[in-house]
């Protein structure tokens, strides 16, 4: 499995809770094992904390021998395998106590490179599940990356999806069991529908699924046809989902319905809610700022949910504590406390916020603000940091989003701006090399070297999504845009310019590792389209 990336949308300052790090998206380091060291491997299955170590010499053998085997494939160096390490050894250690088909196992895809390259590793770490020594239909890992989720995942695999209801006592005590579970209720479990619902519970490890077929529970709840049921201890209690007897199941758009009113209709952001908000993957997220210790403000919640059952599924309501856990995101928003009470949305795939210039807080004023940015009648509110004084005296102009645009767009210079992020490791290491070409080209007339924190600035129609990330500017109309993927060096850099925003043709150069001040990035957390990737 990759890292996100993808692997949560308007945080930024969040490193905490919500915003962890991001499992995978290191570069691969490859290394070479020796004839010799090859030859000492044998196809037995030796063990290290309880997880099967696996070479090409016994990766077979594991597959014939064990039914249902999710392998990780790591690199000694990752700070996330080394971070996975501890939990996935618990989960071994957890499925062998219960008996279950399942094992884990792990590749160091940097010595098996065969084996790696076989199954397409490009990343760390990468989990992948074979099931009946299948070895080339591998199934890629979705869980989360901790003890809990791996044991769940596999659960799920390993035995029935499904609990079999058989009658109204089991069926009353398996919904009163969990605060929320599902209940697909099928006249024949073996059609099309009833596959699809076992594949849409094979990935939600973290509710229960239930099926039913008997007709006194058709009857019990007052069904007649196919039907998939959401019981919830909150909200309305109960969303029936029916099957289209010419449609069927599909299991994509059910997954996501279920997701959906999975949450209550407005969630609090706390740190027990984080995870299931940015989850869900709805699109667009309805943020009510307010400080909770004024009655006044708390009061506008009536107001805020009022509003919400219209577009559940499509924008997901979030209250906002700015004395609370909601602290951490405000910088994000250009926020402090006392800017609540207030409220702003967010569309996820872009991270585009947008203010609501509201003199009410009725369900009528949020609707309509609502749809209007659905229908694309209201512009993205987008920050900008206050440029310094001197800014465009130094050899390298410091950008922010209100001067942005006249610079980088000038038809009579060359632009080469560094978007980066304060944090960013990878920034810092070539910091001194991007002040060095300032000092190189602040006399030509033509060339701009800028910099711009991407972190306190955003432009409309540019979203960063990785750090650093380096764009050249060409003069003349167009509005044209180049993207630098060389090495970050003085010389790779005046090479680029010189050549008009190109690198001349090279041999290709050896493999670095990611501690190397090559391409690599570090990518934005989740959700906030400019994020780190680092532990």
Same mark, same amino acid.
């Given at each position: 499995m990759r890292g996100c990336g993808a692997r949560?949308?308007?945080?930024?300052?969040?490193?905490?809770?919500?915003?962890?790090?991001? %499992? @995978?998206? /290191?570069?691969?380091?490859?290394?070479?094992?020796?004839?010799?060291? *090859?030859?000492? !491997? &044998?196809?037995? %299955? @030796?063990? /290290?904390?309880?997880?099967?170590?696996?070479?090409?010499?016994?990766? *077979?053998?594991? !597959? &014939?021998?064990?039914?249902?085997?999710?392998?990780?494939?790591?690199?000694?160096?990752?700070?996330?395998?080394?971070?996975?390490?501890?939990?996935?050894?618990?989960?071994?250690?957890?499925?062998?106590n219960e008996s279950s088909p399942a094992r884990l196992g792990k590749v160091d895809a940097t010595a098996q490179t065969a084996l790696a390259n076989e199954f397409g590793i490009t990343s760390y770490p990468t989990l992948k599940l074979f099931r009946d020594g299948n070895r080339t239909h591998p199934i890629d890992y979705t869980g989360h990356m901790d003890m809990k989720g791996i044991v769940r995942w596999?659960?799920?695999?390993?035995?029935?999806?499904?609990?079999?209801?058989?009658?109204?006592?089991?069926?009353?005590?398996?919904?009163?069991?969990?605060?929320?579970?599902?209940?697909?209720?099928?006249?024949?479990?073996?059609g099309e529908a009833a596959r699809a619902?076992?594949?849409?519970?094979?990935?939600?490890?973290?509710?229960?699924?239930?099926?039913?077929?008997?007709?006194?529970?058709?009857?019990?709840?007052?069904?007649?046809?196919?039907?998939?049921?959401?019981?919830?201890?909150?909200?309305?209690?109960?969303?029936?989902?029916?099957?289209?007897?010419?449609?069927?199941?599909?299991?994509?758009?059910?997954?996501?319905?279920?997701?959906a009113h999975s949450l209550e209709l407005v969630m609090e952001?706390?740190?027990?809610?984080?995870?299931?908000?940015?989850?869900?993957?709805?699109?667009?997220?309805?943020?009510?700022?307010?400080?909770?210790?004024?009655?006044?403000?708390?009061?506008?919640?009536d107001g805020f949910r009022a509003a919400a059952g219209a577009f559940r599924g499509e924008v997901l309501f979030v209250v906002v504590d700015v004395d609370?856990?909601?602290?951490?995101?405000?910088?994000?928003?250009?926020?402090?406390?006392?800017?609540?009470?207030?409220?702003?949305?967010?569309k996820m795939k872009n991270n585009r916020k947008y203010r609501m210039e509201q003199d009410s807080f009725s369900d009528t004023a949020i609707s309509t603000f609502i749809q209007a940015v659905l229908d694309g009648k209201v512009k993205p509110h987008l920050l900008s940091a206050v440029p310094p004084e001197d800014w465009d005296t130094r050899a390298v102009k410091v950008l922010v989003g209100q001067t942005f645009e006249q610079v980088a767009f000038d038809e009579t210079k060359n632009v080469f701006v560094k978007f980066y992020a304060p944090w960013c490791s990878h920034c810092q290491a070539m910091a001194a090399a991007w002040e060095e070409l300032g000092e190189r080209y602040k006399d030509h007339e033509d060339i701009v070297i800028a910099e711009l924190d991407a972190t306190?600035?955003?432009?409309?129609?540019?979203?960063?999504?990785?750090?650093?990330?380096?764009?050249?500017?060409?003069?003349?109309?167009?509005?044209?845009?180049?993207?630098?993927?060389?090495?970050?060096?003085?010389?790779?850099?005046?090479?680029?310019?010189?050549?008009?925003?190109?690198?001349?043709?090279?041999?290709?150069?050896?493999?670095?590792?990611?501690?190397?001040?090559?391409?690599?990035?570090?990518q934005s957390p989740p959700g906030t389209g400019v994020s780190r990737d680092e532990l």
């Amino acid at each position: 499995m990759r890292g996100c990336g993808a692997r949560l949308v308007w945080l930024l300052g969040l490193g905490l809770a919500w915003l962890g790090p991001v %499992l @995978g998206g /290191e570069e691969k380091d490859v290394e070479v094992v020796t004839e010799e060291e *090859a030859e000492m !491997l &044998s196809d037995e %299955l @030796g063990e /290290e904390d309880g997880v099967l170590v696996l070479h090409e010499h016994n990766f *077979a053998r594991a !597959l &014939s021998e064990h039914r249902l085997l999710l392998v990780e494939f790591y690199a000694p160096w990752c700070g996330h395998c080394q971070q996975l390490a501890p939990a996935y050894a618990e989960a071994a250690a957890v499925l062998r106590n219960e008996s279950s088909p399942a094992r884990l196992g792990k590749v160091d895809a940097t010595a098996q490179t065969a084996l790696a390259n076989e199954f397409g590793i490009t990343s760390y770490p990468t989990l992948k599940l074979f099931r009946d020594g299948n070895r080339t239909h591998p199934i890629d890992y979705t869980g989360h990356m901790d003890m809990k989720g791996i044991v769940r995942w596999m659960q799920r695999r390993a035995g029935p999806s499904a609990t079999l209801l058989q009658d109204t006592d089991t069926a009353s005590t398996f919904i009163s069991s969990q605060d929320l579970v599902v209940i697909g209720f099928f006249k024949d479990l073996g059609g099309e529908a009833a596959r699809a619902f076992y594949e849409v519970a094979m990935e939600m490890v973290d509710v229960p699924f239930g099926v039913a077929e008997a007709t006194e529970l058709f009857q019990a709840y007052g069904l007649s046809a196919d039907t998939v049921c959401l019981f919830k201890k909150f909200d309305e209690g109960r969303t029936d989902f029916p099957v289209d007897p010419a449609q069927g199941l599909d299991v994509a758009e059910l997954t996501q319905l279920l997701r959906a009113h999975s949450l209550e209709l407005v969630m609090e952001f706390t740190s027990e809610t984080s995870d299931q908000i940015f989850s869900a993957k709805i699109p667009h997220h309805m943020l009510l700022f307010l400080n909770k210790s004024s009655s006044a403000q708390l009061a506008l919640r009536d107001g805020f949910r009022a509003a919400a059952g219209a577009f559940r599924g499509e924008v997901l309501f979030v209250v906002v504590d700015v004395d609370g856990y909601g602290a951490n995101v405000l910088t994000f928003f250009g926020m402090t406390p006392a800017d609540a009470p207030t409220l702003r949305l967010v569309k996820m795939k872009n991270n585009r916020k947008y203010r609501m210039e509201q003199d009410s807080f009725s369900d009528t004023a949020i609707s309509t603000f609502i749809q209007a940015v659905l229908d694309g009648k209201v512009k993205p509110h987008l920050l900008s940091a206050v440029p310094p004084e001197d800014w465009d005296t130094r050899a390298v102009k410091v950008l922010v989003g209100q001067t942005f645009e006249q610079v980088a767009f000038d038809e009579t210079k060359n632009v080469f701006v560094k978007f980066y992020a304060p944090w960013c490791s990878h920034c810092q290491a070539m910091a001194a090399a991007w002040e060095e070409l300032g000092e190189r080209y602040k006399d030509h007339e033509d060339i701009v070297i800028a910099e711009l924190d991407a972190t306190a600035n955003e432009m409309e129609n540019i979203t960063i999504t990785g750090f650093p990330t380096l764009s050249y500017f060409p003069a003349g109309p167009g509005r044209k845009m180049v993207e630098f993927k060389g090495s970050r060096d003085l010389e790779t850099f005046s090479k680029f310019l010189e050549n008009g925003g190109m690198l001349p043709e090279e041999p290709p150069a050896v493999p670095k590792t990611p501690e190397d001040s090559t391409g690599t990035k570090e990518q934005s957390p989740p959700g906030t389209g400019v994020s780190r990737d680092e532990l």
